[in-house]
Nanobody
Framework: VQLKESGGGLVQAGESLKLSCSAS?????MGWFRQAPGKEREFVAA????????HYAASVKGRFTVSRDNAKNTVYLQMNRLKPEDTAVYYC????????????????WGQGTQVTVSS
């Protein structure tokens, strides 16, 4: 599976961005993770193809929306009301898995896209 993200950039607090991740190959779930400078990579959101269920980290729930276009094999992350603490490199991930309420990454990553939110 190959993943390619796009859509990052520099915005001001309160503004919006939409990330895209196109995938080659079949996936059952698609996820987004992010890594801020000096911090560990963390789960952001996931979309499960079967049933179309969505999952979010508490820090982004209500502000971010994950969706998928099956025809294009592309997953999106709509980020609204962005905050400076959302600044990170955002990575697309294929087939993350949930274990007891915590999400672990799958084996395939995109190259990452930088999101910077200024205050």
């Amino acid at each position: 599976v190959q993943l390619k993200e796009s859509g990052g950039g520099l915005v001001q607090a309160g503004e919006s961005l939409k990330l895209s991740c196109s995938a080659s190959g079949r996936t059952f779930r698609m996820g987004w993770f992010r890594q801020a400078p000096g911090k560990e990579r963390e789960f952001v959101a996931a979309f499960t193809t079967t049933g179309g269920s969505t999952h979010y980290a508490a820090s982004v729930k209500g502000r971010f929306t994950v969706s998928r276009d099956n025809a294009k094999n592309t997953v999106y992350l709509q980020m609204n009301r962005l905050k400076p603490e959302d600044t990170a490199v955002y990575y697309c991930n294929a087939d993350p898995m949930e274990f007891g309420g915590r999400w672990a990454s799958g084996d395939y990553w995109g190259q990452g896209t930088q999101v910077t939110v200024s205050s």
